[in-house]
Antibody, heavy 121, light 108 residues
Framework: QEQLVESGGGVVQPGGSLRLSCVASGFTFSAYGMHWVRQTPGKGLEWVAFKRFDGSNEYYADSVEGRFVIFRDNSKNTLYLQMSGLRVEDTAVYYC??????????????WGQGTLVTVSS | EVVLTQSPGTLSLSPGERATLSCRASQGVASTYLAWYQQKPGQAPRLLIYGASSRATGIPDRFSGSGSGTDFTLTISRLEPEDFAVYYCQQYGRSVWTFGQGTKVEIK
C-alpha cells in the first residue's frame, strides 16, 4: 500500500525553527519528485516547495523562499522540510505529496495525512 | 504566477442534482497541467481529475473535467451523499504550482 506519513509538527515561537519529515512506503521513493503543500486553518491549499526525484533541483513559493529548505534522503525514503524564521502566517497543516508527471499531466497523486505547525508566542 | 479563481465559492445542491464548478486562470494554462482535487473535513486532498479531463484511478464516472486555455470546469453529473466536500483546481507552470481557493459543495 502506497503511503506518506508526516511528522515533526508542533508549537513554535515566531522566529523559531522546525523540521518536518515525510516517510514514504509502498513505492519506489527515489523515482518520484516530492512536494510540500500547506493549508491554513479553514483556508485553502498553498504549494510550498518541490524537490526533484534525484535531489538535483528544488523550487519554492515566494512566501517561504530563503526561510525554508526542502531536502530528501532516498536511502531512508524520507522527505524533509527545514523551516526557520517562522512567522505566525506559517501556521498551517503541512502535507507532503507525490508528484506524478507523464504525457497525460502534472499533478499530485498521493498525499500524506498532514502535520500541524502552529507559530505562536 | 498564474492565479486560479474558482466559482462559485459555495454551491448548495441536493443529492441527485448536477454540480458545475468553474476554475478560471489569469493566463493560459496547458490542459496537461490542470488538475482537480476533492477534500473532506479532516482529510487530505484526493486527486479526482488530471490533464483537465482524465479521471484518476477509482474515481466514479459521474465526475468529469473539461476546458482549455483559461476556463476549466468540473462537473458532477448526479451528486451522491459522499460528494459533498470542497473542490480545488490546481495548475503547474514555470516551476510554480498554484491552487484555486476552492468551491464548497454543500447539501441544500
Amino acid at each position: 500500500q502506497e503511503q506518506l506519513v508526516e511528522s515533526g509538527g508542533g508549537v513554535v515561537q515566531p522566529g523559531g525553527s522546525l523540521r518536518l519529515s515525510c516517510v514514504a512506503s509502498g513505492f519506489t521513493f527515489s523515482a518520484y519528485g516530492m512536494h510540500w503543500v500547506r493549508q491554513t486553518p479553514g483556508k485553502g491549499l498553498e504549494w510550498v516547495a518541490f524537490k526533484r526525484f534525484d535531489g538535483s533541483n528544488e523550487y519554492y513559493a515566494d512566501s517561504v523562499e530563503g526561510r525554508f529548505v526542502i531536502f530528501r534522503d532516498n536511502s531512508k525514503n524520507t522527505l524533509y522540510l527545514q523551516m526557520s524564521g517562522l512567522r505566525v502566517e506559517d501556521t498551517a497543516v503541512y502535507y507532503c505529496a507525490r508528484r506524478q508527471w507523464d504525457v497525460q499531466g502534472e499533478y499530485f497523486d498521493l498525499w500524506g495525512q498532514g502535520t500541524l505547525v502552529t507559530v505562536s508566542s | 504566477e498564474v492565479v486560479l479563481t474558482q466559482s462559485p465559492g459555495t454551491l448548495s445542491l441536493s443529492p441527485g442534482e448536477r454540480a458545475t464548478l468553474s476554475c478560471r486562470a489569469s493566463q493560459g494554462v496547458a490542459s496537461t497541467y490542470l488538475a482537480w482535487y476533492q477534500q473532506k473535513p479532516g482529510q487530505a486532498p484526493r486527486l479526482l481529475i488530471y490533464g483537465a479531463s482524465s479521471r484518476a484511478t477509482g474515481i466514479p464516472d459521474r465526475f468529469s473535467g473539461s476546458g482549455s486555455g483559461t476556463d476549466f470546469t468540473l462537473t458532477i453529473s448526479r451528486l451522491e451523499p459522499e460528494d459533498f466536500a470542497v473542490y480545488y483546481c490546481q495548475q503547474y507552470g514555470r516551476s510554480v504550482w498554484t491552487f484555486g481557493q476552492g468551491t464548497k459543495v454543500e447539501i441544500k
